[in-house]
Nanobody
Framework: VQLQASGGGLVQAGGSLRLSCAAS????????MGWFRQAPGKERVFVAS????????RYSDSVKGRFTISRDSAKNTMYLQMNSLKLEDTAAYYC??????????????????WGQGTQVTVSS
């Protein structure tokens, strides 16, 4: 079972990127999923989450209004559309899946699967 994150890169402040998280090895149709990020020297923090049926989404205050999380169950893939990127968005972004709703609130203790991370670098 794997989560494969992709789509990171170097972008100027104010630009956009779309991250993808593709699941393989099993269906994640019934899983809650989320994005977290970790900047150098800092802890991994919650960015956004989505319920198993995409009916509920949550965002950290720092990205609310700029980022949009979505999922395509048919493709077993989750996305993070990031607009109006800021320098402080620079980090490695990780996707995660959990069979409990804890991840909706940014809690990671019950995460079953983590992706490998994709680097996002925002330049001035």
């Amino acid at each position: 079972v794997q989560l494969q994150a992709s789509g990171g890169g170097l972008v100027q402040a104010g630009g956009s990127l779309r991250l993808s998280c593709a699941a393989s090895g099993r269906t994640f149709r019934g899983y809650f999923m989320g994005w977290f990020r970790q900047a150098p020297g800092k802890e991994r923090v919650f960015v956004a989450s989505i319920s198993w049926n995409a009916g509920n989404t949550r965002y950290s205050d720092s990205v609310k209004g700029r980022f949009t999380i979505s999922r395509d169950s048919a493709k077993n893939t989750m996305y993070l559309q990031m607009n109006s990127l800021k320098l402080e968005d620079t980090a490695a972004y990780y996707c995660a899946a959990s069979n409990t709703a804890d991840i909706l609130f940014g809690r990671t203790a019950s995460v079953n699967y983590w992706g490998q991370g994709t680097q996002v670098t925002v330049s001035s």
